[in-house]
Every structure is written in C-alpha cells, then in structure tokens.
C-alpha cells in the first residue's frame, strides 16, 4: 500500500465511529470505556465481543477474531478491502482519490456498483409510476383501500409496475436502457429476463414492488406482489451478486430500530403482511423472500433482540419451515415462538378484522417453538404405540440436525420426557419403540452394550461425533486405553459403539489387536458391510493415517468437554435441591464449582 493509500486509510479510520459502525449489525451495550455484544462471528451465550472506541478496534474474547472497522465490514458483510473502504468514505463523506486496485477487484466492484445503479434506478421507476401515472390508478386506489397511505408508500419506497397490456413487458428494461444501463446489468439485477429467441423482456409486471434494502440502505432487489388474486402471490428478484435470499430478510433495514427497542421481531410470511402490520402500527417485523428462515437470518436477528415469533398459519408449509428452523435458533441461543393464525387467515386479514390487540393477543399466547412442533406432531399422528414412533423418528431427525452438542442433548432432553422415553433413543437415532418383549437371560460376559438380537443399527445415524469415535478405535485399536481413561469409559454411548469398544476389549485380552480381527468377533446386527468398507478405505474422511494421535487428542478434547457439560447437568440439579431446601451455604458453594468448571470448559 503507498504512502497515499496509507493515509486515506487512515482518514476513513479516523472518520468511521466503530461503535456506529459495529452497533448496526451487533447488539452493543456500554461497560465501561468499551461496548460488548454478542460476537457475530462465533455462537456465544454470554458476551465475549469487545468494541473499543479509543483504539478503534474489536476483539472477541471468545474466538479470537479482531480488527479494525475495516476487517469488521469486510468479514461481516463480504466485502473486499477497496469495497468496505469505499462504503465508508461515502458514510462519512471522504473523498477518495482513485486508487490502484486489481484489475479483477476493479470489475467485481464495477459490476457491483451497477447492480446498485439499476436497481436504484428502477426503484425511483417503479415509484413514480405509482404516485403519478395513470398506470398507477389502480395500484394507488388497491393500497388506498388496505390503508396504505402516503406515509407508508414513501416509507417503504412501494411502486407499481404496469400489465403487459399497459406496456409491461418492457416497461422497466428500456427505460432503464434510456439512462444508459448496460442490458447485461439490467438482466443481472433480474430485472430483464432473455428470451430464448433473443430480445429481454421485463420479469415484473403488474405488481406492487417492495425495494430490498441492505443493512446501508441500498436497493439490492426486489419483491413484488401481485394486484388482487393471482399466481404467485409473491415473486422476489433471483440472487444476485449483491443479493443473497438467505442472508436478508426484508423488513429488517427499516425495523431495526423497533425491533431493538421491543427486543423481539416477529417473522410473517409475505411482504405485504408485513406492510399492513406496520400500518397497524406493529413495526418489529421482518419477512424472509421466499425461503425457509436460515441460520444467518436467525443470526442478523440475533444482533437486534432476544426473542423471535413466527406468525404462520396452520398450513404444513408453515409448520414444516418452523420445524426446519429449530435448530438455528437453539444455535444462535435466540428464543422462539410460534403463534398460529386462525383458520383462513393471514396476518393481513386477520389485523383487519381484530387489529394490532388481536395480533397481540395472538402473539402473547405463542407457543415456544420445540412445544409447537412436539403438540402438532402429536396431533397428525396420536399417541398410538406406531403413532409415537412415527414422532420418534422425525423427533430424532431433528435433535441430530443441531449442530451443537449441547443443545443436541438439550433437544434430546426436553422432548424424551414429553414422550415419556430415553433420551438416549432419540440421541441414538434409533427410536423404535417394540412391544415389550419378555427379557432374555443375560449372557455371561456380556454386558450392557451389547446389541439386541433383534433389528439392525444403522451406524450412519449415530452422532457425528460418536461415528468419528467408532471409525477411529477401529482404525487405531491402539489409542482405546488412552479413550477410556480420557472419558470414554463415562460417555453414554449409543449402542453400535458400545458392541465396538466391548468386542475390542475382548480381543485385547488376546494381545495386540489388528483393525482386521474385529470383522471376525463383531455380532451379526451390526452393519458388517460398514466395518469392510472402512477398513478398506483406511478412513479417509475423518481419521488421517498419518494423524492418528492428533485425532486422539481431539478426542480427548471432547470427551473432557462432554465430561464438564454433564458435570454441570449434575450440579445444576444439586443447585435446584439446594434451592427448594433452602441450604443458602450449599447453594453458594455449588455455584461457586459450577462456575470453575464454566471456566475450565
Ligand atoms: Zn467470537
């Protein structure tokens, strides 16, 4: 970098407020000469993100990463370093000499800029032919009817773009081609689709827009809505290079502010059922474009409020999406509720006729989210004995999605004692329940891990973590001791890796043990084909041939790690006993090793 650049940098460092800058995308409160939050760029409970104002830099205690504004906008918001400080000297008004920049650099942020240029162009489009076309009649006159004022049009930056039989097939491409945007731009921003016999026409036609904003205010795409009935109710610009339908959610940009303030955001369907809470004055709400609510969306939240409720209605489209987002909200540690709309209502409707207290009602009542889809699994297939195995098993589909093994067990926990089993079952991922059979002898030398006689476990549905261990003991038969004094002995492991470690420590007794020898003593139930195929392929994926104590050790780790968890579980309840005893002494003292084992973890 020159001297130049070097110094302009500087200026923009200088200029920026980090705390401004940080604060819009994490949730930040003052302690001291600094600000903290929770770090974006790892899962945390407890605040490990530090913002220092004085030195202009951030740190997270937590994972290690730090920076300066620069590094927060480009890790944060995936941007190149010419990028990030462009964005900034525009906030803040420097001027920026042109600089020397790749040239690979230099098309991608030209090509980005245009982005923002046509879809900025086409917004100031779509809202004058709403406010002042005669096109624009009957959008003005169906959002005049919803209640949609002025205020609100302005506010959202809402336009219209005509039916084809009004010119909308290229209403917006050539007057966008009239200011000189490039076609390719217009077709990138999903603007102008190609038709397959040359020529472009208009994606959009006869729909109220909705401008997408990011978390700067630029227009980076759109959502329309149909005028009246039709199909598709809803259509968003597809992806682009500026726009990716995971990462935003609309509504976000201009209720940042209420959602901070309420501490909760509220996630409905629809643009338009958005804008109509709004009207209604309920303005912490956000929409996803058209897809499941993901990790990073329930991540952006997570820097704005504690708690999410989804307003769905009683479709399994709703249900299924609530489902899917289970685990990232347990994830992200944000809590999440679900209220469900009556009958043949949307939110639209629904704050017509009952207005915000209806809404309110509705929402005061949500259910948490585990409860919702644990009551509504209940009711599609009853508490028959096939009936709570058919909830068993997209049960444990869904604990084994959470990533984190905390709230794998959480999850495990929390609905094995609504269905009255093990958590182990759901942990295991073979949650079949049997009628009880009559209980065979037990075998002399056989102990609790042995496999029933009866089914087959699938070792592909263990924990990942558990499968990692089982591929390794029988890669390196070698490292078992050192395991099970390390915890393994302790871990409640589900029973395909329980047989393993048992037949290993059988053959132990007979001398060295060769990874091969297993295939001879494993029992029938076991996925024989599972053990060939391993064997052969030396493990490939998680276990390195030449790592094999480096793998060990990250064993260790984690079995240390789980050894702590369950050592708080324990305290936990101690502390609870405690507490209904009233032993105040007892309770310190508790409190005080749980904390050195939070420390230590
Ligand atoms: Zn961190």
Redesign the pocket.
């Known amino acids: 970098m020159s001297f130049a650049q070097e110094e302009i940098k500087n200026r923009v460092r200088e200029a920026a407020d980090i705390v401004q800058v940080i604060g819009e995308s994490v949730q930040l409160k003052k302690a001291g000469t600094r600000f903290t939050g929770l770090?974006?760029?790892?899962t945390?409970k407890t605040p490990?993100?530090s913002v220092n104002p004085q030195g202009q830099f951030f740190h997270?205690?937590?994972?290690?990463?730090s920076g300066d504004v620069f590094s927060f906008m480009m890790k944060y918001h995936h941007l190149t370093f010419p990028e990030a400080l462009k964005d900034l000297a525009q906030r803040y008004q420097i001027d920026l000499p042109e600089r020397k920049m790749s040239k690979t650099d230099r098309k991608r942020m030209h090509e980005r800029e245009q982005l923002y240029l046509v879809n900025h162009e086409a917004a100031k489009l779509y809202q004058s032919c709403l406010q002042s076309e005669a096109h624009g009649k009957e959008a003005r006159a169906y959002l005049t009817r919803r209640g949609v004022n002025q205020e609100f049009i302005k506010k959202y930056g809402l336009g219209y773009v005509p039916s084809p039989e009004s010119g909308g097939w290229k209403y917006i491409t050539s007057r966008l081609q009239g200011k000189k945007l490039s076609i390719t731009s217009i077709e990138q921003a999903g603007l102008a689709v190609k038709k397959e016999r040359g020529g472009y026409y208009d994606r959009f036609r006869d729909r109220v827009l909705f401008p997408i904003f990011d978390m700067s205010g630029r227009e980076i795409a759109f959502g329309g809505r149909i005028l009246g009935e039709g199909k598709p109710k809803y259509m968003n610009s597809p992806e682009s290079m500026i726009f990716e339908k995971n990462r935003i959610l609309f509504g976000l940009y201009q209720h940042r502010e209420a959602i901070r303030k309420s501490r909760q955001a509220i996630v409905v369907e629809g643009n338009f059922d958005l804008l109509l809470l709004a009207v209604h004055g309920i303005d912490n709400v956000v929409a996803p474009l058209g897809t499941a609510l993901s990790r990073s969306h329930v991540k952006s939240l997570r820097g704005y409020c504690d708690e999410v409720v989804l307003l769905f209605d009683g479709d399994s489209a709703g249900f299924k999406a609530a489902r899917r987002s289970i685990p990232f909200f347990l994830s992200e540690q944000v809590e999440a509720r679900v209220a469900l709309l009556p009958d043949g209502h949307d939110p639209d409707t629904l704050v017509r006729e009952k207005g915000a207290l209806g809404i309110r009602e509705l929402i005061k009542d949500a259910l948490p989210l585990p409860e919702f889809v644990f009551s509504a699994l209940v009711r599609e297939h009853g508490l028959t004995l096939s009936g709570k195995n058919k909830i068993m098993q997209e049960l444990s589909s869904l604990v084994r999605e959470a990533t984190d093994p905390n709230q794998r067990e959480l999850m495990a926990a929390h609905f094995s004692e609504q269905l009255g089993v093990a958590p182990a079952r759901l942990l295991s991922g073979t949650p079949e329940l049997v009628e009880p059979k009559p209980v065979p002898e037990p075998v002399p030398g056989i102990d609790r891990g042995r496999v029933p006689s009866e089914g087959i476990f699938f070792i592909a549905k263990l924990p990942r973590k558990q499968r990692q261990l089982l591929d390794f003991i029988v890669l390196y038969p070698e490292y078992l001791e050192d395991l099970l004094l390390g915890g393994l002995a302790d871990l409640d492991c589900a029973p395909p890796l329980l047989t393993v470690i048992d037949c290993l420590k059988e053959l132990k007794t007979d001398g060295v043990v060769m990874p091969e020898q297993l295939l001879s003593v494993l029992p029938e139930n076991l996925e024989r084909q599972y053990f060939a195929d391993l064997l052969m392929r030396g493990g490939e994926d998680d276990t390195d041939t030449t790592q094999g104590r480096g793998v060990c050790d990250e064993l260790l780790v984690w079995l240390k790690s789980v050894a702590l968890q369950r050592k708080s579980a324990d305290l936990q309840e101690q502390l609870i006993a405690a507490g209904q005893a009233g032993d105040l002494p007892l309770q310190l003292e508790l409190i005080k090793k749980k904390q050195a084992i939070v420390k230590k973890n």
């Open positions: 770090c974006p760029f790892h945390e490990s993100f997270c205690f937590g994972c290690g990463e």
